[in-house]
């Protein structure tokens, strides 16, 4: 062994020494080829490289001789090395390297066939790992104090036999991770905690980690990302010291910097050999008769014992401290008994390969995952514990941008024979991932139903596939989950030696999904092997017509865990749905099975319930989207009855005004009776509009907002002339002045809502302008689109507040470039071609008054790229007015899409109304004071301000104006209430960001701070 090592070096010694010689000579060797003179080339670099190698008088023989001497020396040590590498297992440990990176350096969703609706897909696993997101909280799911306690007294039970002892201990915790309810799978507070901090956090004295997780989210895919990266590194290490050192001697020799590429990342380090193991293979093992006797490591020398030597290696390098040792699903092993015993055994493994002195330089790593039900920190409480997240949007969004252009590159890559991508083809092929990942992500941004699914990285996967395979992710949420399940029921895990179902019994399958989830979502609880035996007998029973025998209702189950990945075993004898929507989408289709009358009572008795929201939604949208008009007809009379129910909390909560909505909301707007929509919608306004009684509270008021935002978004892309049911009640309250609450009501959820409404389908903005327009009295100052003109014909609508106009006037702002202010900005910038002397005598006014005039409005998103560049504009406005008084606006305007409204009208008349004969301050005095008698709202403010800016050196006209507002404040009228909101946004000058404050329902308190967003200056 002595001898191999110390070959070893002096092999390892000459490579470095031959490439330094070869280098200076290759140099050399190049520069008299191509005629180059060696006067950049160090001096002192040759003297002491090729100088000394050819001493001036020496022999060719003596030159040949010490060159033929160092080769046959690298030879013999080469050899020597080879032949220990061998004998010692290094050759082995090579290999498995190597097979632990490429097993691992690809990510395959496992059991899609190339010939199921799914494609199957193969891409490189580090270019779309998401790097999630853990809390390192001690998880709040651990059993508490007094579970604990009734546990170990089950398991030092000696008059129960092994099966009861495991029903009684199922029992127990199917009962406590039950009542944890939907909290079972959420971890704390989100932190950003990713994979490289844990291990950069486990130490000599902390060597090992737990990940827990929910299924689906990552655990094992991690697994695999950390194993892949430190097999990449450990691979290159062996010459990893010798590199550095070329390295180094390289860019002293060239004056220039040689960088080598890491496959570790920082956090990681240091690089070791990583062990993979799946712990359900050891419990396998053990769980065989005469075999409790088999320890953890002798499960790993068999595990190994395939390639010679390599164990052994293994086992040595665990003894250095030079592994990082995955451990991957404790939760796997079935029985609590066997589950211990793998656990401790385990414990002792870790413990014996552990470092004894806690400042050790050198020690193995260890990290166990495990998902949440089932998990019991005791044998390894020491460990450090993380809980991983849900997905971010971030990391959806970051997922999508690398899986989508990945995929599209494995499947013209696979197109062609696996013949290498030309750039031309790559291009092409990331451009059509960008497109493919543009339709999911707003799929996602529109349907929270659909974003429901995403935020687990399995299900995420999922969609991705199904939409790359040719299928449109629909709108409606009902929709979906048909394409998700029936997807998953046809071609899940089809892999060769797997169960699958055959056509004829998918429809038993889902019948029996149904049973499970309806009694599941009946008692909020897991369940244990045996209920599942249960429920799927009596489900087959009545598919069949008769009893089944019990070998094949265990074959079934075994048949749909394994073959749909819907129904799966959540951890330690727990059974659940994938994932929770799922499970509501089964116990909506186990209702659509129960005869009307049932279903009528099951809805009486269960729409107050906020577990039975989900499932009712489903029932109602699936009944909608029926082609027969009696199950449409069906699907409004449900709704009817959950309008209709009410219970002794809902005259604050209106939880089921709500639940009617939202159905609404999931249903074709054309499907559900028109009176009902109306009925609903109305009761609606009237809530929000009433804000000192039922309209008060605030948490009603967010869910109100929540689902008509919805229900816009879900109307009809198109509409003829007939308005669809929503609008057509919208549209009648804001015109409805004799309703003055629910006028109120309808308005102020614009006002509240109009940031969105821009989003919303064509329609909404088309039917709901018009009214809107005249609510707020500026019919006469906008120019608005031709289909728009037509409505304000046909249109009749009178506010019948002050507080109605206010909100109208809101709402119209906060729309920017698709409504008035964008109609204004495009006559703005026809104006400044046709007359761009009006424009240059605007900024000669600003110049005067020390004060910038522009009818350009800052950009409606602070993250829009004019932003920066209107605020740019703005602050050295001064010099760019000296410089090209003309050219200023221009500036403004392009960096803008939306015009100040309605000061961008009031320029226009101002600047139109000048003349050469009387000084222009007097003219705007007179036009503004003009403007204020007419008693707009719109206009007071606006024409207040700049009489001020005007008048500031005029103390005289200044008394004057103060005094106009104190009589208007002694009055009451209008006018009291428009003066009163002057001085209101007066004193708020410096809120001028609340323009971002999308919770505009205090309005209600600041009714006129609709000028806010134009108070920069």
Same mark, same amino acid.
């Given at each position: ?36 003179? @060696? ?30 001497? *160092? ?110 309810? @939907? ?39 991690? /697994? ?6 430190? $097999? ?82 293994? =086992? ?8 990082? *040792? ?5 939760? &796997? ?20 390969? $552990? ?6 330089? #050198? ?71 960008? &497109? ?75 019948? /029996? ?6 009694? /599941? ?28 025998? &019990? ?23 727990? +059974? ?15 209702? =659509? ?58 005259? +604050?909560?209106? #939880? ?12 074709? $707007? ?21 804000? =000192? ?14 689902? /008509?935002?919805?229900? *816009? ?66 019919? &006469? ?98 010099? #760019? ?88 404040? @002694? ?44 108070? *920069?200056?």
């Amino acid at each position: 062994m002595m001898g191999y090592v110390i070959a070893r070096r002096i092999f390892k010694a000459l490579v470095v020494c031959l490439t330094l010689l070869a280098i200076p000579l290759v140099i050399a060797l190049i520069q008299v080829v191509a005629g180059l003179q @060696s006067k950049d080339f160090p001096a002192d670099f040759y003297s002491t490289t090729l100088g000394w190698f050819f001493l001036p008088g020496a022999s060719l023989t003596g030159t040949l001789g010490i060159t033929g001497a *160092l080769i046959f020396l690298l030879l013999l040590t080469g050899i020597i090395t080879a032949i220990g590498e061998r004998r010692n297992g290094g050759v082995a440990l090579k290999n498995y390297l190597r097979d632990v990176s490429d097993k691992n350096s690809d990510l395959k969703p496992v059991g899609f066939s190339q010939q199921s609706a799914l494609i199957s897909v193969s891409v490189p696993l580090d270019e779309i790992f998401i790097h999630l997101h853990a809390t390192t909280d001690r998880p709040r799911f651990d059993l508490p104090t007094e579970q604990l306690k009734h546990l170990e007294e089950l398991r030092k039970r000696k008059d129960l036999t092994l099966e009861q002892r495991e029903a009684e201990i199922q029992a127990l915790r199917v009962v406590w991770y039950s009542q944890m309810g @939907s909290g079972l799978f959420a971890g704390g507070q989100a932190e950003n905690i990713d994979v490289e901090y844990m291990v950069e956090q486990l130490t000599a004295k902390q060597p090992g980690a737990v990940i827990l997780g929910s299924p689906g989210s990552g655990k094992s895919t991690t /697994m695999r990302w950390l194993a892949y990266h430190m $097999a990449e590194a450990a691979r290159h290490r062996r010459w990893q010291r010798e590199l550095h050192i070329l390295a180094r001697l390289l860019k002293w020799a060239t004056l220039g910097s040689v960088t080598l590429k890491s496959a570790l990342p920082e956090r990681m380090a240091p690089t070791q050999i990583p062990i993979l193991m799946r712990i359900s293979d050891y419990a396998k093992v053990l769980s065989k008769e005469d075999s409790e006797r088999v320890t953890f490591e002798d499960f790993f020398k068999q595990h190994y014992m395939k390639t010679p030597l390599l164990a052994e290696r293994l =086992l040595a390098e665990l003894l250095k401290g030079r592994c990082l *040792l995955l451990l991957d699903g404790l939760d &796997e092993v079935n029985s609590d008994e066997l589950r211990r015993l793998v656990a401790e055994q385990m414990s002792d493994f870790v413990a014996h390969y $552990a470092p004894e002195n806690g400042n050790a330089r #050198r020690f193995n790593r260890f990290i166990i995952t495990s998902r949440i039900v089932g998990y019991e920190g005791g044998t390894f409480a020491n460990y450090a514990h993380y809980t991983l997240q849900d997905l971010s949007d971030k990391q959806i969004e970051q997922f999508l941008d690398d899986w989508c252009p990945a995929v599209e590159r494995y499947q013209q890559t696979f197109a062609q024979g696996m013949k290498k991508l030309t750039p031309q083809q790559t291009e092409q092929a990331n451009q059509e991932g960008r &497109e493919q990942k543009e339709r999911l992500w707003g799929a996602l941004q529109h349907n929270p139903g659909i974003k429901r699914l995403a935020v687990n990285p399995l299900m995420l996967t999922i969609l991705a596939l199904i939409q790359r395979s040719g299928k449109t992710l629909p709108h409606r949420r009902i929709e979906l989950y048909q394409i998700v399940t029936r997807t998953l029921l046809d071609n899940w895990n089809q892999e060769k030696g797997r169960r699958v179902f055959p056509t004829e019994e998918i429809p038993l399958a889902e019948n /029996m999904l149904s049973y499970l989830a309806y009694e /599941m979502h009946s008692n909020d609880r897991l369940l244990t092997e045996a209920k599942v035996k249960e429920i799927s007998g009596k489900a087959m029973e009545d598919f069949f017509k008769q009893k089944p025998a &019990e070998q094949r209702i265990e074959n079934f189950i075994n048949t749909l865990r394994s073959s749909s990945g819907l129904f799966i075993e959540t951890g330690q004898g727990f +059974f659940s749905f994938m994932h929770r929507t799922f499970q509501e989408y089964f116990a909506a289709q186990y209702l =659509l099975s129960l005869p009307p009358d049932r279903l009528e009572q099951v809805i009486q008795t269960r729409s107050h319930k906020a577990i039975w929201r989900e499932p009712l939604l489903l029932l109602v949208a699936y009944k909608s989207i029926q082609s027969s008009r009696e199950q449409q007809q069906h699907a409004s009379d449900l709704i009817q009855i959950i309008l209709e129910t009410s219970d002794e909390y809902d005259e +604050f909560l209106q #939880r089921n005004l709500l639940l009617a909505a939202n159905c609404a909301v999931d249903c074709s $707007a054309w499907s559900i009776r028109h009176d009902l929509q109306r009925r609903i919608t109305n009761r609606i306004f009237d809530i929000y509009g009433d804000n =000192l009684e039922t309209g008060r509270y605030t948490a009603l008021q967010q869910e109100i907002e929540r689902t /008509m935002l919805l229900w *816009l978004k879900g109307q009809p892309l198109e509409s003829d002339d007939a308005k669809p049911p929503l609008l057509d009640a919208w549209y009648d309250a804001l015109c409805d002045a004799n309703q003055s609450v629910r006028q109120e009501g309808a308005v102020h959820l614009l006002a509240t809502l109009a940031p969105d409404l821009p989003d919303c389908p064509k329609p909404v903005l088309s039917i709901l302008l018009p009214p809107l327009l005249q609510l707020a009295e500026v019919v &006469e100052m906008t120019s608005p689109p031709e289909y728009i003109r037509k409505q304000l014909v046909q249109t009749k609508a009178q506010p019948a507040t002050l507080r109605i106009t206010d909100y109208a006037i809101v709402t119209l702002r906060l729309l920017d470039d698709v409504g008035p202010a964008g109609w204004l900005h495009k006559e703005w910038v026809q104006w400044n071609a046709e007359k761009p002397a009006l424009l240059e005598q605007l900024t000669q006014h600003a110049l005067e008054l020390d004060y910038l005039l522009t009818p350009a409005a800052l950009p409606a998103n602070y993250r829009d790229p004019n932003w920066d560049k209107q605020n740019e504009i703005s602050k050295e406005w001064k010099k #760019r007015a000296q410089r090209n008084p003309r050219e200023l606006q221009a500036q403004l305007l392009k960096a803008s899409t939306a015009a100040r409204f309605p000061q961008a009208w009031l320029f226009k008349k101002l600047l139109l109304a000048e003349t050469q004969n009387i000084p222009w301050r007097n003219t705007w005095n007179a036009v503004l004071r003009g403007e204020m008698a007419q008693g707009k709202s719109v206009m007071y403010q606006a024409c207040l301000d700049l009489r001020l800016l005007l008048n500031k050196d005029n103390e005289q006209e200044r008394k004057a104006i103060a005094a106009e507002l104190q009589n208007a404040l @002694s009055l009451r009228d209008m006018k009291q209430a428009q003066a009163l909101s002057y001085i209101i946004n007066r004193d708020l000058r410096d809120l001028r960001y609340l323009r971002y404050l999308r919770d505009l329902r205090y309005l209600r308190y600041l009714r006129d701070l609709r000028d806010l967003r134009y108070l *920069l200056d």
